[in-house]
């Protein structure tokens, strides 16, 4: 299962998909 996780940069929040790839950054 893919796992969801939620960062908050100073820019604004950041979602985070972790997948085999790596993170993918969501605006």
Do not use: P, R, V
């Not at 997948?19 to 969501?26: D, E, F, I, M, S």
Request: glycine fraction near 14%.
């Amino acid at each position: 299962l893919t796992q969801l996780g939620l960062g908050l940069k100073s820019n604004g929040a950041e979602i985070c998909l972790y997948l085999t790839k790596g993170c993918t950054t969501l605006d």
